[in-house]
């Protein structure tokens, strides 16, 4: 059974860091995309980052390039979102996801975890 | 960058037909995959590549994807089917994940 574990998440300050995990299990992780996906209270899905199985390719929403950097350790089979200066727009339930099969043209996202909640205020 | 619409609600009766679309530039080049979101819970994707149904979802689910739209189609309706749907496609100009605004499905 394919499980995705969120942790990380918490209140912080604006300007503050956070670090996310996204412990997998039930499947091979290094043989799969994985992605972070977060949703703002009441809000819709926001895409935030995605990698690739090796960890040399990724690609992050305009909104976090150059704050958050996304990483995995497949040795750990562990998914990371490093997440600094942080804004109060970036309070969101944030998913850790894994791609189904496929190329990034026709990337979709199989399973989810259950998220982990990061609250910026002061 | 690249925009998908969605309604942002559908309404149906019972044992009806819903439908939702998902509107974007020339979409039907592109692969387009729907997630269902109940409240409280992770996404689930119930179509992907435009037409394709993962293991355990109904066959009441289904969809299609042509031109600027793309629709998923819930057959014969049930209260359980209530819920969030949200499309999502791959913009490969800018290399990002494009989600829709999601749609509210409501059962009368």
């Known amino acids: 059974e394919v499980q995705l574990l969120e942790s990380g998440g918490g209140l912080v300050q604006p300007g503050g860091s956070l670090r996310l995990s996204c412990a997998a299990s039930g499947f091979t992780f290094s043989s799969y995309t994985m992605s972070w996906v977060r949703q703002a209270p009441g809000k819709g899905l926001e895409w935030v980052s995605s990698?690739?199985?090796?960890?040399?390719?990724?690609y992050s929403a305009d909104s976090v390039k150059g704050r958050f950097t996304i990483s995995r350790d497949n040795s750990k089979n562990t998914l990371y979102l490093q997440m600094n200066n942080l804004r109060a727009e970036d309070t969101a339930l944030y998913y850790c996801?894994?791609?189904?099969?496929?190329?990034?043209?026709?990337?979709?996202?199989?399973?989810w975890g259950q998220g982990t909640l990061v609250t910026v205020s002061s | 960058s690249y925009v998908v619409t969605q309604p942002p609600s559908v309404s149906v009766a019972p044992g009806q037909t819903a439908r939702i679309t998902c509107g974007g530039n020339s979409i039907g080049r592109k692969s387009v995959h729907w997630y269902q979101q109940k409240p409280g819970q992770a996404p689930v994707l119930v179509v992907y590549?435009?037409?394709d149904r993962p293991s355990g979802i109904p066959e009441r689910f289904s969809g299609s994807n042509s031109g600027n739209t793309a629709t998923l189609t819930i057959s014969r309706v049930e209260v359980g089917d209530e819920a969030d749907y949200y499309c999502q496609v791959w913009d490969s100009n800018n290399d990002h994940v494009v989600f829709g605004g999601g749609t509210k499905l409501t059962v009368l």
């Open positions: 590549e435009d037409s």
């Open positions: 996801a894994k791609a189904s099969p496929g190329g990034w043209l026709r990337l979709s996202f199989d399973y």
């Open positions: 990698i690739n199985v090796s960890g040399g390719s990724s």
